[in-house]
């Protein structure tokens, strides 16, 4: 009985890790259809943001603050990725809207030199981010089975990205012309939305959250210039696999990926539960290559 | 006043639409006719900005638009009701109408009253979603969504086509009704001479890019008709 329960909560663990890492990209590639090879580097930007505002609170804080520092990190990794993606969009990505093979060149070229980046300011080997104290530790809910406080801020974490994101894209005035643009360029341009704006300010959102992605991952383990890369492919995986252009799709594909994923790795071992989850996405996209959610609506010419 | 003067424009290497000039003043409904592939909807296209114009220019109450991007000239009050309707399929047809908005130059935060009474069958659809309406309806929620930002010019791109009877004639009466107000200048399209004849002032046909002849109601007679239109 723990063993089972504990591998539910392995599985949902690893869906929201996947979703938090995926969710930026289903934004930036879901939305707008630009395949971003650097995503993975804008979620390493998040990671050392977390570094960063660490350091920070060690050399100019008393110590008793020390384990608020996440509280600021998760909003500044937000930000600093935020403003990363701006500048991206601005300079290079606009230029490039429906081109994909050139689009996935260059934010390849650009992921390269963001790790260079990362190499030469904070060196190449891996830095720890020390955990706030009070992610140590985890919630007892039978004896010999412990949900690690970490995983569990993640699942919440996730949980908060994706009702802000809904709101802000189903619900708001912003979100209704970032929709509209996506759908209809033409049209929403006649009618007097910004499109330039829009665009800008969607694939700095998608990479905002890439960010906090990074942020998130700072609990797991040490962070190093290529941290994006070991997250990039089980991004695009959860995105294509869920059904471009549908937050609901990616929900579910990050589950489905999660949960066979820990069920697989249970049964057999983790290299060959890796294979067989690919394995199953490959048949699965052959059977239904639009995805989990397909965008469905009444054709009309 | 909306004023077209010597524009060329065109795709990639072909030129479509070469020393057009055409005026259209408020109150009045003017329309643009010709065959298939003379170039109507591709003026509509130069004169909201989605094409490019070569040369000539298109002002509006003396304010050169020839540069400016379709957004801008949204928001100096041009409407424009597409070919095709061009509704976004995936938003609610609430959300369709608020994007009228968008270009309202006094702020509204509110669709207009007005601009719904006329087609009263929307409000009972608010909630379902633009691409789930029929092509009447789709035509009808074009239009108000047009006229949710007050335009004071309304381009017009063959709203009636494929459309049933009845919704042609609510259509028309929308059009009268906006020409009685006196507010708004119209450039209409449409292939139903029937129906331009119903609604015109003014007339423009399009010939090879060019207009090759224009006149008032009592002008436009079988001869103009079997010249320029009979195909």
Not at chain 1, 154 to 176: D, Q, T, W
Not at chain 2, 162 to 179: E, L
Request: aromatic content about 10%.
């Amino acid at each position: 009985m723990e063993v089972y329960l504990l591998q539910l909560f392995n599985g949902l663990s690893i869906s929201s890790i996947l979703l938090l890492v995926a969710l930026g990209l289903a934004i930036t590639f879901g939305l707008m259809k630009v395949i971003n090879m650097a995503h993975g580097e804008l979620i390493m930007i998040g990671a050392y943001s977390t570094y960063l505002t660490q350091n920070l609170f060690n050399d100019y804080l008393p110590e008793s603050m020390f384990d608020w520092y996440f509280v600021l990190a998760v909003p500044a990794s937000f930000v600093i990725a935020f403003i990363f993606g701006l500048i991206l969009e601005m300079s290079l990505i606009r230029f490039l809207y429906g081109r994909p093979l050139d689009s996935l060149l260059a934010t390849w070229g650009v992921g390269l030199v963001l790790q260079q980046l990362a190499r030469s300011i904070f060196g190449a080997p891996n830095v720890a981010v020390t955990s706030p104290s009070w992610l140590d530790g985890g919630m007892k809910i039978m004896d010999g089975t412990l949900l690690p406080y970490k995983r569990l801020f993640i699942i919440a974490l996730v949980i908060a990205c994706l009702v802000s994101m809904y709101f802000y894209i189903y619900r708001s005035h912003e979100g209704r012309r970032m929709r509209a643009v996506m759908q209809n360029r033409d049209m929403a341009a006649c009618l007097g939305v910004s499109t330039r704006r829009v665009d800008a300010m969607t694939f700095a959102i998608g990479s905002g959250i890439a960010g906090v992605a990074g942020c998130a991952l700072t609990l797991l383990g040490p962070i190093g210039p290529s941290l994006g890369t070991y997250y990039i492919v089980d991004a695009f995986m959860v995105v294509v696999l869920g059904g471009v252009g549908k937050l609901v799709g990616t929900v579910l594909g990050a589950t489905g990926i999660g949960m066979f994923n820990t069920l697989f790795e249970y049964w057999t071992n983790a290299s060959l539960g890796k294979v067989l989850v690919f394995v199953c996405i490959v048949a699965f996209l052959q059977w239904k290559p639009m995805g989990l959610v397909a965008m469905r609506t009444r054709s009309l010419d | 006043m909306l004023a077209v003067q010597q524009l060329e424009a065109g795709y990639g290497e072909s030129v479509i639409l070469r020393d057009v000039s055409l005026k259209v003043k408020v109150g009045q409904v003017v329309c643009l006719l010709g065959r298939n592939g003379v170039g109507k909807t591709t003026l509509m296209k130069s004169i909201m900005g989605l094409l490019k114009a070569r040369g000539g220019s298109v002002s509006y109450n003396g304010a050169d638009l020839t540069k400016k991007a379709p957004g801008l000239r949204a928001k100096s009050g041009i409407g424009y009701v597409p070919q095709g309707r061009e509704i976004f399929a995936q938003l609610s047809v609430y959300e369709n109408l608020l994007l009228g908005l968008e270009a309202s130059r006094e702020k509204l935060n509110a669709v207009p009253k007005e601009a719904i009474a006329k087609f009263p069958v929307l409000p009972t659809m608010y909630a379902r979603r633009g691409g789930d309406l029929s092509g009447g309806q789709q035509q009808q929620l074009a239009f108000a969504r047009a006229l949710a930002s007050r335009p004071e010019v309304l381009l017009l791109d063959e709203p009636c086509e494929g459309i049933q009877p009845s919704i042609v004639d609510d259509i028309r009466d929308v059009i009268r009704s906006i020409k009685a107000d006196g507010k708004t200048a119209i450039l209409l399209v449409e292939q139903s001479l029937d129906f331009v004849k119903s609604v015109g002032d003014y007339f423009y046909v399009l010939e090879k890019g060019a207009i090759a002849w224009e006149g008032g109601l009592e002008s436009l007679d079988d001869e103009v008709v079997r010249k320029y239109l009979t195909v």
